[in-house]
């Protein structure tokens, strides 16, 4: 017969609590799981109690785990999923851990797509690119979209115009290229942000016009 001889708190984690059964290290779980499994000194530790404390300890485990990986930056609930389960892990009990993550707030998509949506989009990126970043990062298309175009509006986002100033920004380092030589390879910086044919074609015409050389061939 197995009896719990010791609870206490863990002396590094608060709000998790080392389960000790016959005068050893049984389980590491929240005060909820000693609540619900009635988990106290002297109670015996059956095989269905046994199993449910180890489950409940994994989802503790992991649970931390995430929150880890959170305070190092945030992420999306699909990223987070695959994080957790990427050694084999229940991808059951990763979902359980993300419902809980969002109960608490800790794991909202939209607000996650918002946040990446304005840094990229204040750093010159096109709404492709933006769009194509969120979906790496495991934001379901339709948030991603959304979060997209609400961050343009917010912030009246002139998108010939971020591709001008990221344009001019790469012209002094195509000074000593021919004049076609610099537009193929500005068109090629461009279309790697992401912007499309036509937004690069005007971008072009204004920036390279100031060139009577590069006027001149085209």
Do not use: C, W
Not at 115 to 139: N, P, T
Request: glycine share 4%; aromatic share 4%; charged share 35%.
């Amino acid at each position: 017969m197995h009896i719990v001889t010791q609870i206490t708190e863990h002396p590094r984690k608060p709000g998790r609590y080392v389960v000790d059964v016959d005068g050893q290290e049984f389980v590491i779980v929240n005060a909820d799981t000693l609540a619900e499994t009635k988990t106290r000194l002297g109670v015996v530790v059956d095989d269905p109690l046994a199993a449910r404390l180890r489950d409940a300890a994994e989802d503790v485990a992991m649970y931390d785990r995430a929150l880890n990986l959170l305070a190092f930056r945030a992420r999306s609930a699909r990223e987070l999923q695959r994080r957790l389960t990427m050694k084999g892990e229940s991808r059951e009990r990763a979902e359980r851990v993300i419902a809980r993550l969002r109960d608490v707030g800790l794991i909202d998509d939209a607000d996650f797509a918002r946040q990446v949506a304005r840094s990229k989009v204040s750093s010159g990126a096109s709404r492709r690119r933006v769009q194509q970043e969120l979906f790496k990062k495991g934001v379901p298309r339709d948030i991603a979209d959304e979060a997209v175009a609400e961050v343009l509006e917010d912030e009246q986002v002139d998108e010939v115009a971020v591709a001008e100033r990221v344009a001019r920004k790469r012209l002094p380092s195509l000074a000593s290229a021919d004049a076609a030589t610099q537009r193929r390879r500005l068109y090629a910086f461009l279309a790697r942000r992401g912007h499309d044919s036509a937004t690069i074609r005007t971008v072009m015409d204004r920036v390279l016009s100031d060139d009577p050389d590069v006027a001149a061939d085209d």
